[in-house]
């Protein structure tokens, strides 16, 4: 059974699922990297021995993180080609070849060295070891450039050009497709969050164990590097968050409008939404709570632009829809043969045009008799989930926020040595761990979530990605998934407080064999 | 010949030579993998085993991933009609794949039997299956797979998952598990000791033996296949397109290059010598020289199977006019030369730092030597 419904519905649920599972272990891999990088440097500068153990410890940690993050990594690698095949072919010429440099450049870097970095430590003078781990960190944030680049290309597509000859975008400017704002704002934006993810990790852990007294030295210096770290590192990420926003609502307006929950166009300088319950339906918010004027000068930076509404947004789409049409049409033709020069020229004239049509042939499969109702259905498509993404975008806010907040007053107290009087910051520190994790989940739906219905902003719609693969296939698939995934997590989840709750010195080393 | 024809010609190399470093790398850890129960009887034999590839293994692994990407960036047709139509075979590969890495990192950090024993046979499973699909993967490229396109090339799978492992796709699997089990034997010989030492080495025959056996087979087998010819229309500096082409199959076609080029007989008879050589070097206890006796034998293997191709990756056995051919399933004349300059600058710095950690981490691996580094697996 072939019900490209049912197919897309649960493809976007395995790719969701994956990539946000994936996306649990990646953040703390980019942070840990250069903290362990930070510890072993003092250890290599000063000789003092506390630094190696600590490098060594939370090297255990990392190492536990580590094998999932590579696990679910493999699997993703190879998802566009088996759930979302079109896309694949579509797009591969141009989104494939970040993905492969980030292997070439990135992921051999970091898994070599990854591996002399546990087992050479008696293998190489200090120097050298300390070199490799940087190399790791510097492996894994590479890595996570090109991984973003290729997603940027998503977001706003640079550098191809669709060619009827082959019926997929080719690139036409390979600097115009690794150098897009959007990727360098999303690459640091990104990275940064990792490093707060790692700093909130090793904080929470260390005041767990101040709080009992236990290891102090090691405890102590770990959570002060980690919240000066992080300090540093979420001030960084607001405001490459706040940059992000900037490029994104002038590349995709309609993701700005949901974001906002922006239902009409209204003149400048517009209300900020700090609460809403939005409804998709009525296309209106139930109840609010605005600051006025304020949204205007946040994300456009001047009192007078207009901001696009969700009305505006659809209106646009509807024009776009209706010019696509001739090239979608000639494109038919042309498939069937290349020679034909009038068909060739009808395409050209409205290339700009094809995704918002291609978007349509969803709701009116037969181009030429397009209903005003079919416009209507398709227009409303347009509009990403308005309630998903207004709150998730407010959580990963509010959490950044409340890092910050925590990490400086912990920098403070740490900085005076006052962190062991201040038991409050110590007893809340472990409790704080899962919010790096929630807010960057919550980026992930903001970002993804509000690109729909699109897989190549404009140009390339989801219902047009996804592989012909039969309903059976996906629910094994999606199935297997959940069940694989649910056991690795419980027993990553249960090796890491084990040897969070050993601590360094009498857990560290695997009992003996028998 | 043109710019754009060569670049096509110099990628489909290039995916031989990524072939060959997933094979020889990850293959040697698959086989690794499969055999630890066999390879250590104790506990102590299996850790000294498993840290032997230790700090190795996670490295080997990108070529894999590397050739996924290289594949999606140089063909995206087979990358998107390959991974799709093979689906369910596709992710038991990644499912069992993935426990690999759990399977190195978690298995030594708890002291109860049953946890190390579940995880051997998880590392078994990761070991065994993967090397089965690639190779019964590359027996159905020599079949043909059946998959058509619509107008707009949206690729359409038309079989079942069960018909992909049809006795011809099990012996090649089976072949390349074979290789697999003499690849990680040489390593493990290399880096062992006493009995571990010489289980390896007795693997390491059979599996040398065994692989030229089934090669040999499935040689016969593919001079009685239907192979395919391109009759008309497939431009070798054309766009990517595959529909315009007509192609028939043709019995014993898969033949016709070495007909044409004697030359390429070449090409098997390196497998042979090289595994007859390395199954001698391993008798002899020439452990490091099989080694890479046995990456010259997957050279020569994974070398027939593109000599008797070219220039077809992957056929259509429903609709052989809209086969995949190295003319009309690769990326633009642009990617294929940006990729080229990247794979030109960092394919050697990745050599040069593999063969670095290598040489590094070289030396006998014992059960006592694993006592004593509590970062060992």
Redesign the interface.
Known sequence: MHDLQTVLVLSRWQFAATALYHFLFVPLTLGMTFLLAAMETVYVTTGRQIYKDMA?FW??LF??N???G??????M??Q????W??Y??F???????P???????A???E??????M???????SRGKHLLITYMVALGSNLSALWILIANSFMQSPHGATF?P????L???S?TDLIFSHDAQAKFVHTSIAGYVTAAMFVAGISGWYMLRNRHMELAKRSFRMAVLFGVFASIGVISLGDALGFIDGNAQPAKLAAMEAMWKTRPPPVGFNVIAFPSQKQQRNLFDIQIPRLLTPLVTRTMDTVIPGVDEVEKQAMVRMKDGIPAVLA??TL??D?TNLAALAQFRAHQQDMGYALLLERYAPDLTAVTPADYQRAARAVIPNVPVIFWSFRVMVLAGFVMLFYLGIATFCSMNNKVQERRWLLKIAPWLIPLPYIACEAGWLVAEMGRQPWTVYGVLPTW?SV???SVG?MV??LA?FVL?YSA?IA?EAY?MFK?VRQGPDEG??????? | MELYAILKVTWWLLLGVLLIGLAVMVGMDMGIGAALRYFGR???ER?AVL?MI??????N??W???G???????W??I??????GL??V??LL??S??????G???R????S?SWRNLWDWGLFVSGLLPMVIFGAAMGNMLLGVPFHFD???????TGSFISLFNPFAILCGLMSLSLALYQGSAMVMGRGEGAVRERARGLGVWGGLGALVLFTVGGFWVARLSGYVVTAGDDPAG???P??KTVEAVQGAWLHNFGAHPVLWLVPALTYVSILLGVWALRRGWSHFAWWLGALGWVGTIGTVGAAMFPFMMPSSSDPSQSLTVWDAS??Q??LL??LG??IV??PI?LV??SW?FW??RGKVT?AH??A????Y
């Open positions: 060594r090297g255990k190492a536990i580590f094998a999932l590579v696990a679910t990594g493999l699997t690698e190879f566009f080609g088996t759930n095949s079109q694949s072919r797009v591969g010429d141009v989104f494939g070849a993905l492969a440099i980030e292997g070439l450049m992921f051999f870097l898994s070599t060295f990854v591996g002399l546990f087992f050479g430590w008696d293998r190489m060619d000859a082959t019926m997929r080719e690139l036409t390979f494109l038919k498939s069937a290349p047009m592989s012909t693969q296939y094994f698939s297997g694989i690795f027993v090796l040897f560290a080393t695997a009992a003996p064999a028998h | 104790t506990d102590g850790r840290n230790g700090p190795h293994w996670d490295g692994q990108v894999f991933i590397l996924g990407g290289a594949v999606f960036a140089a995206p047709t990358y998107a009609t390959a991974f799709s689906y369910v596709m992710l990644l499912w794949m993935i426990i690999r890495p759990l190195f990192e978690y030594s950090k708890l002291p039997p107008w707009k090339l949206d690729s359409w799978y766009p990517a397109m529909l315009h990326s633009s642009m990617t940006w990729m990247w794979t960092f394919v990745v730092y593999t950690a590094v981490m059960a694993v006592e580094d509590d970062h060992a």
